[in-house]
């Protein structure tokens, strides 16, 4: 029995990758597999989602995330609304759960919330009867970035046990790195952070890392090398002296990759700041850059998610 037969995903939210077991999060990786080639084909629309709302609320911007839970959405034959913070009530000084409350009173059957501030798509969630997705909650996780992440290295590795990962730049800020942290440690990949000490949370080696400040001796014989940006919205004064010498010490360049394994893969979540953190030619590198394929795979895995979260609101409402 493959995975996708066998194992059941017991939550009703996806908050996070804390908490999924390995088998849950195969379940979501390989179902998303099906969902590459339904992108891929001429006619993308399928009727799962029929007659469901998906109301996308984003309370932070974004390109990449809103746009391919929307098309994901969409492609499953969904109704999907987005609503930014920008223009909703919020500006005239609704509170979250107000929010919230309003459009659970709509019957949405999927919301798919991104926030500044972590923890706040969990209380949203203990609010609301519909599935909730965390789309980013501050510095907390941001698992369908994570998931994705994930699909793009199995499918050019096979596997993601016994790799060797290294997540470098802005740990600190970095939803993306804590999701990534709890996902590939759980599926048998070995993680290394490198930062700036100015840029690495305390007890970060709790998180089953190995720590480094050094991008050399961190990068030394990777599998993976996956790249930050300097989240400068969320800091409150100055974390690095300047971004020239950041770029020196942090980028990625070819000189740095020189100690990664010679078929090192390259990753970044987007946006790129180009001359920050990584050098441009680096990004575009064909070969080496998974940078554009993270980006497709976001959709597939934001499909799967839709799919195994409202299956769960099926059999609900079956029960009831
Ligand atoms: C990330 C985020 O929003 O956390 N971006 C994304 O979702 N692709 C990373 C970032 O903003 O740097």
Same mark, same amino acid.
Do not use: W
């Given at each position: 029995?493959?995975?996708?037969?066998?194992?059941?995903?017991?939550?009703?939210h996806?908050?996070? #990758?804390?908490?999924?077991?390995p088998?849950?999060?195969?379940?979501?990786?390989d179902?998303?597999?099906s969902?590459?080639?339904?992108?891929?084909a001429?006619?993308?629309? /399928?009727?799962?989602?029929?007659?469901?709302?998906?109301?996308?609320? &984003?309370?932070?911007?974004?390109?990449?995330?809103?746009?391919? &839970?929307e098309?994901?959405?969409?492609?499953?034959?969904?109704? #999907?609304i987005?609503?930014?913070?920008?223009?909703?009530?919020?500006?005239?000084?609704?509170?979250?759960?107000?929010?919230?409350?309003?459009?659970?009173?709509?019957?949405?059957?999927?919301?798919?919330?991104?926030?500044?501030?972590?923890?706040?798509?969990?209380?949203?969630?203990?609010?609301?009867?519909?599935?909730?997705?965390?789309?980013?909650?501050?510095?907390h996780?941001?698992?369908?970035?994570?998931?994705?992440?994930?699909?793009?290295?199995?499918?050019?590795?096979?596997?993601?046990?016994?790799?060797?990962?290294?997540i470098?730049?802005?740990?600190?800020?970095?939803?993306v790195?804590?999701?990534?942290?709890?996902?590939?440690?759980?599926?048998?990949?070995?993680?290394?952070?490198v930062?700036?000490?100015?840029?690495?949370?305390a007890?970060?080696?709790?998180?089953?890392v190995?720590? &480094?400040?050094?991008?050399?001796?961190?990068?030394?014989?990777?599998d993976?090398?996956?790249?930050?940006?300097l989240?400068?919205?969320?800091?409150?004064?100055?974390?690095?002296?300047?971004?020239?010498?950041?770029?020196?010490f942090?980028?990625?360049?070819? /000189?740095?990759?020189?100690?990664?394994?010679?078929?090192a893969?390259?990753?970044?979540?987007?946006?790129?700041?180009?001359?920050v953190?990584i050098d441009s030619?680096?990004?575009d590198?064909?070969?080496?850059?998974?940078?554009?394929?993270?980006?497709?795979?976001? #959709?597939a #895995?934001r499909m799967?998610?839709l799919?195994?979260?409202?299956?769960n609101?099926?059999?609900?409402?079956?029960?009831?």
């Amino acid at each position: 029995m493959t995975a996708a037969t066998s194992v059941r995903f017991a939550h009703r939210h996806l908050l996070g #990758v804390e908490g999924l077991s390995p088998d849950e999060i195969t379940l979501l990786l390989d179902l998303s597999e099906s969902y590459i080639k339904q992108s891929r084909a001429a006619d993308k629309k /399928a009727t799962l989602l029929r007659g469901r709302t998906i109301i996308n609320l &984003f309370f932070e911007s974004s390109t990449r995330t809103r746009t391919s &839970f929307e098309l994901a959405g969409k492609r499953l034959g969904g109704d #999907v609304i987005n609503m930014s913070a920008e223009v909703s009530s919020v500006k005239k000084g609704e509170t979250l759960i107000d929010t919230a409350m309003t459009l659970n009173a709509m019957h949405p059957d999927v919301l798919v919330v991104r926030h500044p501030d972590s923890g706040a798509v969990k209380l949203l969630s203990e609010k609301v009867n519909c599935a909730v997705i965390n789309a980013g909650d501050g510095t907390h996780e941001h698992p369908t970035q994570a998931l994705l992440d994930a699909l793009a290295i199995r499918r050019r590795r096979g596997s993601l046990q016994g790799l060797t990962v290294a997540i470098c730049g802005d740990i600190m800020h970095s939803r993306v790195a804590r999701s990534n942290i709890h996902l590939l440690t759980a599926m048998g990949a070995r993680v290394r952070v490198v930062a700036p000490p100015t840029l690495l949370p305390a007890c970060i080696d709790r998180m089953g890392v190995e720590v &480094f400040t050094d991008m050399r001796a961190g990068l030394r014989d990777c599998d993976i090398v996956m790249m930050l940006r300097l989240q400068t919205e969320r800091m409150q004064g100055s974390f690095v002296p300047s971004i020239r010498e950041y770029f020196r010490f942090y980028g990625l360049d070819y /000189a740095k990759l020189e100690v990664a394994k010679p078929d090192a893969l390259i990753m970044h979540p987007g946006p790129m700041n180009r001359g920050v953190e990584i050098d441009s030619e680096v990004a575009d590198d064909i070969d080496r850059s998974l940078i554009r394929e993270q980006v497709e795979m976001g #959709v597939a #895995v934001r499909m799967a998610c839709l799919d195994i979260l409202t299956r769960n609101l099926q059999s609900n409402e079956a029960a009831t």
